[in-house]
């Protein structure tokens, strides 16, 4: 399967907004979960949520009500909305088809004055 293509990385203020794109291959678009996960230097990798085919979205206690995700059916790509930014979401973001563990490259995601 191919890998994941995720962008929309950058800089921003604390108390901004990002939105991440995922790019994944039809099969895995349409019949998994598509996952994040978040990792920043000297801590464990995390989840940030997913969205299943359907578009029932689950996220961590540490984004929900702040990261929202999405799916655009038409382009195989799943969205997260990243608001109200905080230093502590700081860390590379990568997606997956859940369960293949086949992950993208990422992109990076830092939060600073």
């Known amino acids: 399967q191919a890998q994941p293509v995720e962008s929309g990385g950058g800089l921003v203020q604390p108390g901004g907004s990002l939105t991440l794109s995922c790019t994944i291959s039809?099969?895995?678009?349409?019949?998994?979960?598509t996952t994040w996960d978040r990792e920043a230097p000297g801590k464990q990798r995390e989840s940030v949520g997913f969205i299943t085919p359907r578009g029932r979205a689950n996220y961590a206690d540490s984004v929900k009500d702040r990261f929202i995700l999405s799916r655009d059916n038409a382009k195989n790509t799943v969205y997260l909305q990243m608001n109200n930014l905080r230093p502590e979401d700081t860390g590379m973001y990568y997606c997956?088809?859940?369960?293949?563990?086949?992950w993208g490259q990422g992109t990076q995601v830092t939060v600073s004055q």
């Open positions: 039809e099969n895995i678009f349409r019949f998994y979960a």
């Open positions: 997956s088809g859940k369960g293949t563990n086949i």
